[in-house]
């Protein structure tokens, strides 16, 4: 199983929005509503912030935001503040044997 | 509060041997299936193994495959991660994590680092 594909690197001035997007197949991305997404500071572990594709952990900003199209899922940020600088992973569900795939992860960068 | 704490990474020589530990506080450990994620240097997240809540279900990644197992002490609210004949590429921040529904884990460790190097 391939992990997902991510941009390498977005960036973004504060209060702007930007979209993080996480393809994968029909195997997994589009055949499943379990996309999470996780925000990883330098150093630091990972942080649940969006669960089955679109819904907030509470405590989560509402700035944050997930979608699916096709095979195709996405992170928005809107109103982009310092410290969202951080790597953005997703994170799907691809069948039974493989209850957890991760994309490669994306640089975020809060100019 | 709700805890993760992993134990017993370090430096081993390659096809040597380690156990991981993973200490869970703050909840009801027995209920909640887990996973370990690893990371290693400069790299993305790698999902490696998952556990169900009675050890009925287990998965491992093709990668650890034949040489990691995972386990679980309820009792003790623990999980554990045996990793045998270690390679260079298993070098990485091992993580575990509780998962909530499908492909979400909400609550992560801080991370146990393994060194694999002569």
């Known amino acids: ?111 | 509060e709700v805890q993760l704490v992993e134990s017993g990474g370090g430096l081993v020589p390659p096809g040597g041997s380690l156990r991981l530990s993973c200490a869970g506080s703050g909840f009801i450990f027995s209920s909640y299936n887990m996973n370990w994620v690893r990371q290693a240097p400069g790299k993305g997240l790698e999902w490696i193994s998952y556990i169900s809540s009675s050890s009925g279900t287990i998965f491992y990644a093709d990668s650890v495959k034949g040489r990691f197992t995972i386990s679980r002490d309820n009792a003790k609210n623990s999980l554990y991660l045996q990793m045998n004949s270690l390679r260079g590429e298993d070098t990485a921040v091992y993580y575990c994590a509780r998962r909530t529904q499908v492909a979400t884990m909400d609550v992560w460790g801080q991370g146990t680092t393994v060194t694999v190097s002569s």
């Not at chain 1, 503040?81 to 790597?87: F, G, L, N, S, V």
Request: charged residues 15%.
């Open chain 1, 1 to 111: 199983q391939s992990a997902l594909t991510q941009p390498r690197s977005v960036s973004g001035s504060p209060g702007q929005s930007v979209t993080i997007s996480c393809t994968g197949t029909s195997s997994d991305v589009g055949g499943y509503n379990y996309v999470s997404w996780y925000q990883q500071h330098p150093g630091k572990a990972p942080k649940l912030m969006i669960l089955d594709v679109s819904e907030r952990p509470s405590g989560v900003p509402d700035r944050f935001s997930g979608s699916k199209s096709g095979n195709t899922a996405s992170l928005t940020i809107s109103g982009l503040q310092a410290e969202d600088e951080a790597d953005y992973y997703c994170c799907s569900y691809a069948g039974i044997y493989t209850p957890v795939i991760f994309g490669g992860g994306t640089r975020l960068t809060v100019l």
